[in-house]
C-alpha cells in the first residue's frame, strides 16, 4: 500500500513493496530519509528540487512525486496551444514561452505578473517545466535568461541542456 508525504508544493508516493535500494536514498539526501524513525521520511528537510532530483533517480521505482494542484502553489499546465507553460497562482498566470521542434525545446521568455514578482514563482514554474522536459525526454536549448541564470543556479538540471550550449 503506497504511502504519501506532502511539504505543500510536492507529494511524494512511497510504495513500499517495491523499496529495494532505500541505502541510496539515506546516502543521497539523510535529512529527508530516516529509516529509524516513523514516519521515516522528513519531506520538509529539502528544497522540492532536492527531492524532485532524488526521487528521480530512484533505483526501484519504488518513489514517485507529483505536484500538488491548490491554490497555494498553483496550477501548472502545459499549453500547448499557446505554446506555452502555465502557472495559475491567486488568479493570475506566470508562462513560459516555448517552441519545441524534432524532441527540443527553445524556451524563449518567462513572465511573472508584477502581483507575484519576488514569491518564486517562477523557480516554481521553471521546475514543473524541467521536470516535464525531462520526462518528455526532451533537450533544452535555454534563450530566455532567466531560464539560464536558473539552470546556473542549478547545474543538475544542465544534463537536460543541448550539448555544445555552455552556461557558465
Known amino acids: 500500500m503506497a504511502k504519501e508525504y ?3 508544493e510536492l507529494t511524494i508516493v512511497w510504495q513500499p513493496e517495491k523499496c529495494t535500494h532505500s541505502g ?4 543521497t539526501l539523510p535529512q529527508v530519509y530516516k529509516p529509524k524513525e516513523k514516519p521515516w521520511i522528513k519531506q520538509h528537510s ?3 528540487e532536492q527531492l524532485v532530483r532524488q ?3 530512484c533505483p526501484s521505482g519504488a518513489l514517485s512525486y507529483y505536484f500538488n494542484k491548490d491554490d497555494k502553489s498553483g496550477i501548472f499546465t502545459d499549453n500547448e496551444e499557446q505554446k506555452r507553460y502555465e502557472l495559475q497562482v491567486e488568479g493570475q498566470t506566470a508562462l513560459i ?3 519545441k521542434a524534432k524532441g527540443t525545446i527553445f524556451l524563449t521568455h ?3 505578473p508584477s502581483a507575484l514578482e519576488g514569491k518564486g514563482i517562477g523557480s516554481r514554474m521553471l521546475l514543473q517545466a524541467l521536470v516535464d522536459i525531462k520526462q518528455k525526454d526532451m533537450t533544452l536549448v535555454p534563450l530566455c535568461p532567466f531560464v539560464a541564470g536558473y539552470l546556473k543556479k542549478h547545474p543538475a538540471w544542465k544534463e537536460l541542456v543541448f550539448k555544445g550550449i555552455n552556461i557558465a
Open 46 to 48: 529539502a528544497k522540492t
Open 6 to 8: 506532502s511539504n505543500g
Open 110 to 112: 518567462t513572465e511573472v
Open 55 to 57: 526521487i528521480d533517480a
Open 24 to 27: 541510496v536514498c539515506v546516502k
Open 97 to 99: 514561452e516555448y517552441i
